[in-house]
Structure formats: C-alpha cells, structure tokens
C-alpha cells in the first residue's frame, strides 16, 4: 500500500470512487443529440492553479459563524441548491464557483432553475440517482425527477454556461464506498447527500479542501439550514440520506494538524488529496 493508503484509507475510498460529471464522449451520450448539450469545457477553469477549496455545508448552524471571510479566501468555493449568499455573507461568504444542486432543484417551478440568478454565472453540477444497477440508458427514461427537461432548457438560453450532469453511477460507487467504510454496519440504500457527493466531485481538482459546518460544531442550534427558521435535527444528522455515516466518514478524512478543536469549535473539517496514489 501507498503511504496514504496506509494512513488516509478513507480518502482514498472517497477518491476512487471516481465521482465524474458527464461528458460527449461518454457512451451512450456519444451517440445521442441529447449529450452535445454537454459543455466541451472541463468542470474547472486552470486546475493547476487551484490550491485550496471551501465547501459550505447549508447547515443551520453556520448561523452566526462569522466565517464568511475564511470562506472567501479559498480559490474554489462549493455550495449547494439554492443556498443563499445574498444577505448571509458575514457568515458564509460572497464567492461562488461551483453549485452542486439535486434533481429537485433542477425540476420543482419554485426554485425556477432555468431563470434565478442563484444559477446564473457558477458552474452548476446537477445530480439524480436513478435506479441502484440502472443503465444510463434506463436513468434517461426513469430519474427520480426529470431533470433533462429543464437542463436541456438551460443550456440552450446560456450556451456558455458550465453546466454539467454527475455520472450517477459514480453517484452509487460513492455509496459502495461509504458502506465499505460503515463496514458491517449496512447503510440505506439511498445515495448521499449533496454535500458528500460534492465532497468526492471536488477533491481530485483540489490539493486542500476545508468542508466548513459539515461535521457539526459546538455552534449545533438545531436549524435546518442557515437561511431560513426551520427547526429540524434530521437535516444535520440525516434521515433519508446516508448522513451519520458520511459524516462519520469525513471526520475521518480530517488531517488538521492541531487537534479536534478546529472541527468542533469552530466547524471546519481540512481534508487533504492523497497526490501518490
Ligand atoms: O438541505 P440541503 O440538502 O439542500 O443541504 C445541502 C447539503 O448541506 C449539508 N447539510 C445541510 C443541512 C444541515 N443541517 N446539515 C448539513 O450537513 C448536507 O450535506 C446537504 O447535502 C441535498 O443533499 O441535496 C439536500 O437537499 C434538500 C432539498 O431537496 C433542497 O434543499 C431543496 O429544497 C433535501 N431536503 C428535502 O428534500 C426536504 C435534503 O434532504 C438533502
């Protein structure tokens, strides 16, 4: 084994997953009209010159953080759905390079996917987990929410945006991966969450990725999200998502020099790319 096979092996997990957005060349998109809708260009502008990456959890306890400014400093800045910068950036921060969003988001006429600026000028990462063995022939007819629709839409009024979809079979090879990690202790069968699939998605393109309120702090106020009032624990330790086992599992990946404190006071999870493997 590889240094960091033998010292980060659940990194290593997360990371051979192979969490992929999809591309032209990809059977069977290779040979539909439907895949040159996929951008030509890759996920991120100047991979080489990426050095650290915040993700932003949207958990409720970021309320009152104050790290939007840490936040900003990072050359990539991950959120997800509809989470909103607009009015919260003392404690979340104003930069935006990448929304991972899920099918929901894309699909249901209240978030208005295809006209918000929330999804305007960012790259987007749309995911739907289809059926657990499925083809992506099958996934095309059967999503959960159908997507297509509305992604189809939106490249067509912003030919230039960096839109792309998730290979959902790398979205279940990361629960293979998670429930390698549970070991005998059997996950659902539902996929990850947002955050832990934009946690795989990201750290091959970054060499330092700081996953802000993702394990939770000692700031935990029971809050579903930091943008609205909702009082729901399940959204923090999960409930149809695999969530207590990722969560487990990024703590895990955690390689901050110092010691628990950075995680549980002040919320910050430092996971590092394992560059040998
Ligand atoms: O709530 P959601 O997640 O949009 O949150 C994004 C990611 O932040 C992390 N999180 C969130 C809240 C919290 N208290 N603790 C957290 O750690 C999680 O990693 C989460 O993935 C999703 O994953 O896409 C999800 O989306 C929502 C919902 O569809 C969208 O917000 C749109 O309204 C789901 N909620 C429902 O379907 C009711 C949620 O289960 C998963």
């Not at 987990?129 to 009024?157: C, M, Q, V």
């Not at 996950?187 to 998605?201: C, H, Q």
């Not at 702090?217 to 969530?243: D, I, V």
Request: proline share 6%.
């Amino acid at each position: 084994d590889s240094f960091e096979e033998q010292y980060y092996p659940s990194t290593c997990l997360v990371m051979e997953a192979g969490v992929r957005v999809l591309r032209r060349k990809d059977a069977p998109f290779n040979k539909l009209p439907f895949g040159r809708l996929f951008p030509r260009q890759k996920l991120f502008r100047n991979i080489k010159d990426i050095k650290t990456c915040a993700i932003v959890s949207s958990a409720g306890s970021l309320a009152g953080s104050k790290l939007g400014r840490f936040i900003d400093t990072h050359d990539i800045v991950m959120r997800f759905n509809h989470a909103p910068t607009q009015g919260h950036e003392v404690d979340v921060g104003s930069k935006t390079t990448i929304r991972v969003v899920n099918s929901q988001v894309v699909t249901k006429p209240e978030f208005d996917f295809t006209h918000a600026p929330i999804f305007r000028n960012v790259t987007i990462a749309a995911w739907d987990p289809g059926k657990y063995n499925g083809t992506l022939e099958d996934w095309l007819t059967s999503a959960d929410y159908d997507l297509f629709t509305n992604y189809e839409i939106y490249r067509r009024r912003y030919p230039k945006s960096r839109a792309f979809l998730i290979d959902p079979h790398s979205v279940w090879r990361l629960w293979q991966s998670l429930q390698m990690f549970a070991g005998n202790r059997p996950i659902s069968r539902n996929p990850p969450s947002s955050g832990f699939i934009g946690l795989a998605l990201l750290l091959p393109h970054c060499p330092q990725v700081d996953f802000v309120e993702y394990v939770p702090s000692t700031r935990l106020n029971g809050r579903c999200h930091y943008y609205s009032k909702e009082m729901n624990s399940a959204c923090t330790f999960g409930s149809w998502h695999p969530l207590a086992a990722e969560k487990l599992m990024a703590l895990d990946m955690n390689m901050a020099e110092d010691d628990d404190m950075s995680v549980f006071q002040f919320g910050i999870l430092r996971i590092r790319r394992p560059d040998k493997l």
